[in-house]
């Protein structure tokens, strides 16, 4: 601009140079993004996002002292992948590993408050899985968590799923246990010895141990594939019910 002021008497031909605008507006863009992102907060959580590291972490350890009054325990899952045992001891346990993106090693459950409830009401004990922190919006992080929980072995249980795997291990069980609405059950059976396991309404059976129940009438209204199945093991004094999971596999060990 000084040199066309200064030559003013001359007559002058100005030259654009198409490639300098170019990269000129596009770092006067590039500037202008930089500057709304940070006003708005969302440059400070790309940064956050991209300090991530995906870690595995202890659950915080749950125990609860069983009373005499105790006759049932229910549970209900939300997503973990869980292992019930049964056990003879007078106290359920609660443990595991959960998996998160976080940045600088920082834990996100710190409590047994931030994953499970526990509340007794009567003669029974509801535990509740909360679901794993999580991320809304474009930077969407979704956790896994895999859990074991203690039962004794002589109270009565009912699990409840959400499409979620459960692995089930009865060991010396002296009561009775009920399972739905879990994706895939797994029961290991092999230290069992009068136990048994009625599966309802399932779509894959794994397993040669299984006596899969044939009613030509149910299967004509009922299209679908599910099945009815029964694994019996001494008398069959106390049972296993598996109703509305979509696979159920039995390892006996043998």
Not at 162 to 181: F, G
Request: contains cysteine.
């Amino acid at each position: 601009m000084l040199y066309l002021f200064l030559g003013r008497q001359e007559k002058l031909v100005l030259r654009y140079d198409f490639l300098s605008i170019f990269f000129t507006a596009m770092i006067g863009t590039l500037a202008i993004a930089f500057a709304v992102l940070n006003s708005t907060g969302l440059l400070g959580k790309v940064e956050e996002v991209a300090a991530r590291e995906e870690r595995s972490f202890d659950l915080p350890v749950f125990s609860y002292d069983m009373d005499t009054r105790i006759k049932r325990v229910v549970v209900r899952n939300a997503g973990y992948d869980a292992t019930i045992e049964s056990t003879s001891t007078d106290e359920i346990s609660v443990f595991g590993t959960y998996r998160v993106q976080t940045k600088k090693r920082e834990k996100q459950l710190m409590n047994v408050d931030d994953y499970l409830m526990a509340n007794q009401i009567g003669d029974t004990l509801y535990i509740d899985l909360k679901m794993l922190p999580n991320d809304a919006g474009p930077f969407h992080t979704q956790g896994a968590a895999a859990v074991t929980i203690l039962i004794p072995n002589d109270v009565e249980l009912e699990a409840a799923g959400e499409n979620d795997s459960l692995t089930l291990k009865p060991r010396s069980l002296k009561n009775n246990w009920s399972v739905e609405m879990a994706s895939a059950v797994t029961v290991h059976s092999s230290e069992s010895k009068n136990l048994k396991i009625d599966a309802k309404g399932v779509e894959e059976l794994s397993g040669r141990e299984w006596q899969v129940i044939k009613k030509e009438k149910e299967q004509n209204q009922n299209p679908s594939g599910e099945k009815d199945a029964l694994y019996q093991i001494g008398t069959g004094q106390y049972h296993i019910n598996i109703v509305s999971c979509y696979q159920v596999s039995l390892l006996t060990g043998e």
